[in-house]
């Protein structure tokens, strides 16, 4: 890919690239897929056989996304794929997302984190694509309860087996990183720590915005397990805006290879309390309060505090979040009722990628512009 032709600013700039999605099903890959294809990208994505997301799946063949079925801890289905045509851009997204799941079964969730990353990484060495962005976890970091948000030169580790593969995830990167300097830029690559990325369309198990929509439809008490706990909330929207953001700066030369960035919304975070009365004033707009009891769950352990310094990737990118997470609630409220009256998840999704990437893309997430409280 030649350095210039991938603009972050030129509205057009996506139009014939290809693009590779690893964990294209996934929630946050559903998002990315349907906004590359908004944007006029050539999609093909590399998924486990069955895994669906509303909007995601099937719908996204429908829509021009080249699905292929594999195993990401398979390295030949891997290379295949990646080997399939000259992409300009690769993100790798696919993993086993969840801390639970992760204590259930640690062994496929290291096999999957961490060999999925080897895979996918030797896999671009071998084929090139001209970018590729990496991503983990704010997981990542050796969480010590600290009050300030963590930076990227701060120490990765862990001790649960998903905290211990996103950390591992790392040190690959950090190694196959090098390896592309030493071929001469072969790759131009980054590696991305997600914070708690929320938005309509998630309906994983055990994670929370999916579990309150279930009890705000169903009519039922919202349990939680730590309601102070603290963590860096943002909306898939903005994440995928600044995965487009980093993929372009690598290609046009403005990031370096090499760089790990935090995605995170500007501040400190919010508890869980928070985001969950967020979404309960725009479900109930204006009626009877929700009622929300703490449910301790002693066998599911969890950090209170974990914060995460999102500066250097707002810099480096020109990268700001057009929703403050009273309009991540609204905009997750909006996307469920308006399934609920019938539309489809695709569609749904659609809708709102069009809204952001209008001309504003902020102004239809202003308060004045919010659901009716």
Not at 39 to 56: H, I, M, N, S
Not at 98 to 126: C, H, I, M, Y
């Amino acid at each position: 890919m030649a350095a210039t032709d991938l603009s972050r600013r030129h509205p057009h700039a996506w139009e014939g690239k290809n693009v590779l999605i690893t964990g294209h099903t996934g929630f946050i890959g559903t998002w990315l897929s349907m906004t590359l294809l908004h944007l006029g990208a050539q999609v093909d994505g590399f998924a486990l056989d069955g895994e669906r997301t509303p909007g995601g799946g099937a719908v996204l063949g429908d829509l021009g996304v080249k699905g292929t079925a594999g195993d990401v801890r398979d390295f030949a289905s891997v290379q295949r794929a990646m080997a399939a045509r000259d992409f300009d851009v690769v993100f790798h997204l696919a993993a086993q997302p969840l801390v639970s799941v992760g204590l259930a079964d640690p062994w496929g969730t290291l096999t999957t984190n961490t060999g999925g990353s080897v895979n996918v990484l030797e896999a671009a060495r071998l084929c090139r694509p001209g970018v590729l962005v990496h991503v983990t976890s704010d997981k990542c970091y050796r969480n010590r309860e600290w009050p300030w948000p963590y930076r990227e030169v701060d120490e990765i580790g862990g001790g649960c087996p998903y905290s211990v593969s996103k950390a591992a995830a790392e040190l690959i990167f950090e190694a196959y990183g090098s390896l592309f300097r030493h071929e001469g830029g072969s790759v131009r690559a980054a590696s991305v720590r997600f914070g708690n990325v929320i938005g309509g369309g998630d309906h994983a198990p055990r994670r929370l915005v999916p579990d309150v929509m279930a009890a705000l439809r169903d009519g039922r008490p919202i349990e939680l397990r730590r309601p102070s706990a603290v963590r860096p909330w943002q909306h898939v929207m903005d994440v995928v805006h600044g995965l487009l953001l980093l993929a372009a700066s690598l290609a046009d030369g403005s990031v370096e290879p090499g760089e790990v960035f935090n995605f995170a919304p500007p501040g400190d975070g919010a508890t869980v309390q928070e985001l969950v009365t967020a979404l309960t004033r725009a479900w109930r707009a204006g009626g009877a309060d929700v009622p929300v009891r703490a449910e301790g769950d002693g066998r599911f352990v969890e950090d209170e505090l974990l914060r995460l310094d999102g500066r250097k990737a707002a810099s480096a990118l020109g990268w700001s979040h057009a929703f403050d997470l009273e309009a991540a609630a609204c905009a997750i409220v909006e996307w469920e009722r308006a399934v609920a009256r019938g539309r489809s998840p695709a569609d749904a999704t659609s809708a709102q990628i069009h809204a952001f990437h209008a001309d504003d893309r902020t102004a239809r997430f202003r308060p004045e512009n919010r659901l009716p409280r």
